[in-house]
């Protein structure tokens, strides 16, 4: 009878550890499986990386190629005077018009606000939001080309 019982008992104990390992190998086959699938959708969405240019740059471009120019000051700046052919979609705003006034998440978007921290900001923002070809060109206060238009531009 004793060994009936210790017979029954290293049973249950053996099926326990059989159960554990096979759990444990189910897991790590899941683990392996999501973390692939991570890593496909990581690759497909490249993220694109923050890109800064001097002004020079940034006419370069406007003159030379499809490009969205982005203002991100308020409306009340833009009034004032903003560089031709800008679009305006103020910092604050970003998250509701982004999707809305800049469809194309692969079009060359140029952001610039009055000094270059909210188009700093926004580019980061518009990055995050899946955005391929962000370039930050600062603030207009460093703008030299003329093209500044508003109430109290051109």
């Given at each position: 009878m004793?060994?009936t019982?210790l ?7 053996l ?5 554990a390992?096979s ?14 699938i ?9 993220q694109?990386?923050?890109?800064k ?13 499809d ?8 409306e009340e700046?833009f ?5 031709e052919?800008?679009?305006?979609i103020?910092d ?16 060359t ?12 900001l926004a580019?980061?923002?518009?990055i ?7 370039y ?11 093209e ?7």
């Amino acid at each position: 009878m004793k060994k009936t019982m210790l017979t029954i008992l290293l049973g249950w104990l053996l099926l326990i550890l059989i159960t554990a390992c096979s759990t444990t190998d189910q897991a790590d086959q899941i683990t392996a499986e999501e973390n692939a699938i991570v890593a496909v959708e990581e690759e497909e969405i490249e993220q694109a990386e923050y890109i800064k240019l001097t002004p020079e740059e940034a006419k370069e471009m406007i003159d030379n190629e499809d490009v969205i120019i982005l203002d991100v000051r308020t409306e009340e700046e833009f009034r004032q005077g903003h560089i031709e052919g800008a679009i305006l979609i103020p910092d604050y705003d970003l998250d509701k018009l982004a999707g809305e006034k800049l469809p194309d998440k692969d079009a060359t978007i140029l952001i610039y606000c009055r000094s270059g921290n909210r188009s700093k900001l926004a580019s980061h923002f518009l990055i995050g939001m899946g955005y391929q070809n962000v370039y930050d060109f600062g603030g207009i206060l460093d703008w030299r080309y003329g093209e500044v238009q508003g109430e109290q531009g051109n």
